[in-house]
């Protein structure tokens, strides 16, 4: 009946869902049409009269399709609909499909033409899977069928997900599976699972059931909206397919196995004897309320060496970003173009100033700024070092001498340095000290928390000045319990983790060169130089970057980021930003480059 689906399935069954305007119950049988069938046969329960008229004879010398219907299906469940056809399933090979599904046009293939005559197919175990879990042995027989009560999320590496797609023989139907069928279902009733018939005899030792991973083929089972809008974009056409991906702004684990070379996160941290440590206290952090502002700020200045004064956290640096725009930046704002448009997406856009560097790699200097800038009546210059998404650093004795240069007339700089723990000398780059922040008062230091920490879930950045006036109006604005309790206590125990956390930013270091010179063998990828942990790289002619991002994300899944629209980019030009990871994943990308041809 679909419930979950809501309003989607209020007068129709759960195969009349369209994904991407396309009904799953047309995706399916268009799949079938291909195969060399006797019959098609379809259960029907509830709204089961609409699927039979919008079946109708629409197929009609494609597939010979037959119904039949389970009159009570709200009191039973799917070993009933099943055992309605019991008879009909003795007459042939079956195939068995459940009508929730979406997935690649090769699993028919991939079942069909696999020599074994009784076949599950299944997928390795992923955080979003439901349902009938099973184990296998070496040779891929299917040893156990785990039910959701006996689901343990300690065993889960060992769990593969049962597609519900199956292939059965007439003879294993004949002699096994129906006469279990018939007394499971005298024994157990009819509000059951037919997977607790094939749980039965796999418990025989008989390994008459074979499992066939489907390895990185696109499926998805849809039983909500969530499900529904995750299918929409890994089924969705070139054209729709990136900006269902992009207009997600995360989430991505929710994706089988995709690497995401989109978002900016140290790989090399926080450290397993730091994850360890969160792990053990998550029940406590689950359960507990977090501190409010001012126990915060107080871990927030001992995690990040600024006094309680001078510094406030916030859930993630978004929400610091949005309270210093919208309402305390006054009078005209300089930005510099391209950039992080978080920034002036939230500033008026007629009090917007803009520099855009003419050079084609985008480099700019502090003097450049001031040059630009000094005569132009701007309160407020943002900048972000390194900046997103050129690379463009500007050296901190630089930085400082803006700093001055914008002290002498009155202007705030911003600075978001949430990257700036990428560049070489990471160690003395960063802004955050009091001796500084009280050299410079009009100078704001950001810092995002989620990159060069590698902790994006925890929703965590901070702001720094020694403009007590800002910080108190920031304090105000924002909730008494905006950090949750799991980054709160990353602050507290960051202290005796930060050797690892320096460890790990000097093997980023040395990972992004080594990222940097496999880049530059691909032909068609200008890469720019860079302090942070991507690169902007021009794509050139006669090739794109949407067919090169749609080209990894289909055959690789790998997802990575279109620039070429961004504001301040050369318009006639095409570029991607490519994020550093870890050297396995960063090889994997390169060769996959390596192989697109156009």
């Given amino acids: 009946m679909g419930r979950r689906l809501g309003e989607l399935t209020k007068e129709n069954t759960k195969c009349m869902v369209p994904v991407n305007g396309v009904r799953l119950i047309d995706r399916l049988l268009g799949q079938l049409s291909g195969l060399k069938l006797n019959r098609v046969i379809i259960v029907v329960g509830y709204q089961g009269q609409k699927l039979i008229d919008y079946i109708g004879n629409r197929y009609e010398g494609k597939l010979k399709i037959e119904f039949a219907e389970n009159p009570i299906y709200d009191k039973t469940n799917n070993i009933y609909s099943l055992s309605m056809v019991k008879d009909k399933l003795q007459e042939d090979d079956t195939l068995l499909i459940e ?135 890994l089924f969705a056409d070139d054209k729709d397919v990136i900006r269902k991906y992009y207009g997600r702004y995360g989430g991505f684990w929710r994706f089988p196995q995709m690497l995401d070379f989109c978002y900016l996160v140290n790989p090399y941290f926080p450290s397993k004897r730091m994850k360890d440590e969160l792990r053990s206290n998550f029940d406590t952090l689950l359960t507990e309320y977090p501190s409010g502002m001012k126990v915060n700020t107080l871990i927030a200045s001992k995690c990040f060496g600024v006094s309680e004064q ?48 003419q050079n084609d790699d985008y480099r700019y200097t502090a003097d450049d700024l001031m040059q630009y800038f000094g005569d132009k009546d701007i309160k407020t210059l943002m900048l972000i070092n390194p900046d997103n998404p050129s690379g463009n650093f500007i050296p901190k004795a630089d930085v400082l001498r803006l700093a001055k240069w914008c002290e002498d007339r009155n202007i705030r700089l911003v600075v978001d340095e949430s990257f700036v723990d990428f560049s070489v000398d990471y160690k003395t780059n960063s802004l955050l000290s009091d001796e500084i922040l009280e050299a410079y008062p009009h100078m704001a230091v950001m810092k995002s928390i989620s990159k060069s920490f590698g902790v994006p879930g925890l929703r965590l950045g901070i702001l720094a000045s020694a403009n007590k006036e800002l910080i108190a109006h920031i304090k105000k604005e924002v909730s008494i319990w905006n950090l949750n309790s799991f980054a709160e206590f990353f602050m507290q125990i960051y202290n005796k983790h930060e050797k690892d956390y320096l460890k790990a930013c000097d093997k980023f270091v040395a990972e992004r060169a080594d ?82 041809k156009k």
């Avoid at 059965?168 to 139907?173: A, G, R, V």
């Avoid at 942990?533 to 050139?540: A, K, P, S």
Wanted: proline share 6%; with cysteine.
């Fill in 99 to 233: 009508s929730d599904l979406i997935f690649s046009n090769r699993f028919f293939p991939m079942i069909i033409e696999n020599p074994y005559p009784n076949l599950a197919l299944v997928a390795k175990y992923e955080s979003w899977m439901d349902g009938t879990m099973v184990r296998l042995d070496e040779e891929q027989h299917i040893v156990n069928f785990i039910s959701k009560d006996a689901f343990d999320y300690s065993d889960v590496d060992s769990y593969y997900k049962t597609v519900n797609i199956y292939k059965f023989s007439k003879d294993f139907l004949q002699h096994q599976y129906v006469p279990f069928l018939d007394a499971y279902t005298k024994a157990v009733g009819n509000n059951e699972y037919y997977e607790n018939v094939l749980r039965i005899i796999s418990m025989l030792n008989s390994h008459n059931m074979k499992a066939l991973p489907v390895g990185n083929e696109k499926w998805y089972e849809i039983d909500d909206k969530q499900d529904l809008d995750i299918a929409e974009a």
């Fill in 310 to 357: 001078y510094i406030v956290p916030g859930n993630g640096a978004a929400e610091l970003i949005k309270v210093l725009m919208e309402g305390d930046t006054k009078g005209k704002t300089g930005f510099i173009r391209p950039t992080f448009e978080e920034y002036p997406n939230r500033f008026d856009k007629s009090l917007q100033v803009t520099f855009t560097p």
């Fill in 515 to 596: 990222f940097e010179r496999q880049l530059k063998t691909i032909p068609y990828l200008r890469v720019m130089p860079t302090q942070a942990n991507y690169f902007l790289c021009e794509v050139l002619p006669p090739y794109t970057a949407t067919e090169i991002v749609v080209y990894t994300l289909r055959n690789h899944n790998i997802l990575t980021r279109d620039c070429s629209q961004k504001p301040g980019l050369d318009p006639n030009k095409q570029y991607m930003r490519i994020a550093v990871r870890n050297h396995e994943d960063n090889t994997r990308l390169v060769e996959a480059l390596r192989h697109y």
